[in-house]
């Protein structure tokens, strides 16, 4: 067989394979765009567990005319002028839209700030139309509909809606956790609504997303080792859960999924927690971008150290400090 270069469609697609893995993969990117975009409100509808439609409105800055056809072209991004090493908002790979617009059909309208007029563009499975003018007074509405309908294989790999629902409630609440001044609103075809208000602080953020009970049953974590900060709010060994789905971890202020840190926390309550108990917990690691690889992944949830026994040792040592000065086990050996 000959060699050939793959079109973009193809590329597109082969890109959105890894990037999309259901409704609540395009949610994050979605919402991640309104976040990056400076929004104070953003608002995620969905119909059909997002299998349907999706829909992210925003407040923010908005894409100008001249831009909207870049934005969803792949490897078109407004957000690496400092390069790979000073990333500082959630995007930075500009693969998110093309990779979406070529597995269902994609709406964008929106009225960059200070714009006379909104402009809208669609991509329906690849098929690019517009930009045209439309009406909208400020931000940007996204839509995706029939995610996955001309991917068979994907479809296949589906749960129920409402499992689908449950996915992307949780991207949402992890994101809203890193954004506590943002409004959030959540909203189902069956009408249920889902409101984050603004929130004065992390406290309260924590208190909306997680519960009353859990903040007050939750020790304060605060450590530093080497300009690595670590800050959070930790449960209490008595208040466990069955699974690990209330652990919500970031680093500088994006969620992520790493197994180092997943087990570091594990490693934190060894002495204060059965085996079969899982720890709840909002922990944020704040340390020099460039001691951290975000780019290991295209979905951004796995996180390179460069100093993982640092971080880990960091961790590890605030818990049992914590848990030891409440008295909470007899020994108190000191940081792993
Ligand atoms: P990335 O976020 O990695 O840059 P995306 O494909 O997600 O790539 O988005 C491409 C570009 O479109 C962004 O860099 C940004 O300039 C623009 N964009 C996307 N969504 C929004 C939004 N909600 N508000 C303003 N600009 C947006
Ligand atoms: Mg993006």
Not at 33 to 48: K, P, S, V
Not at 79 to 99: C, D, N, V, Y
Not at 111 to 123: D, L, N, S, T
Request: proline share 4%; charged share 25%; net charge negative.
């Amino acid at each position: 067989m000959p060699i050939v270069q793959l079109d973009e469609h193809l590329i597109d697609q082969i890109a959105a394979g890894e990037v999309v893995e259901r409704p609540a993969s395009v949610v994050k990117e979605l919402v991640e765009n309104a976040i990056d975009a400076g929004a104070t409100r953003i608002e995620i509808a969905t119909a059909g567990g997002g299998k349907t439609l999706l829909r992210v409105t925003d407040d923010g800055c908005g894409i100008d005319e001249s831009e909207l056809a870049l934005a969803v072209r792949r490897h078109c991004t407004s957000k690496l002028s400092g390069g790979l090493e000073e990333i500082a908002t959630l995007g930075f790979r500009g693969e998110a839209l093309p990779s979406i617009g070529s597995i269902a059909r994609l709406s964008i309208r929106s009225r960059a700030a200070g714009a006379g007029a909104a402009y809208e563009i669609a991509v329906d499975h690849g098929h690019c139309d517009g930009p045209r003018p439309t009406a909208l007074s400020r931000g940007t509405v996204v839509e995706v509909r029939d995610l996955f309908q001309k991917v068979p294989a994907r479809l296949k790999f589906l749960k129920s809606d409402r499992a689908e629902s449950t996915a992307i409630t949780d991207v949402v609440k992890r994101l809203a956790l890193a954004e506590p001044e943002i409004r959030f609103e959540i909203s189902g075809q069956d009408r249920t609504t889902t409101v984050f208000p603004a929130a004065r602080d992390m406290g309260e953020r924590i208190a909306q997303i997680l519960g009353e009970e859990f903040s007050q049953n939750a020790a304060e974590i605060t450590a530093e080792r080497e300009d690595v900060r670590l800050s959070g709010l930790a449960g209490l060994p008595t208040f466990s859960r069955g699974n690990s789905l209330q652990q919500f971890l970031f680093v500088n202020g994006r969620p992520v999924r790493d197994k180092m840190l997943v087990s570091a926390l594990r490693g934190g309550y060894a002495d204060v927690m059965a085996k079969d108990r899982h720890p709840v917990a909002v922990l944020f690691l704040t340390l020099d971008p460039a001691f951290v690889d975000v780019n290991v992944h295209p979905a951004k949830a796995d996180v390179r150290f460069r100093d993982p026994g640092l971080v880990r040792g960091l961790i590890v040592g605030a818990l049992r400090q914590t848990f030891a000065e409440a008295g909470l086990r007899s020994s108190s050996e000191g940081a792993a």
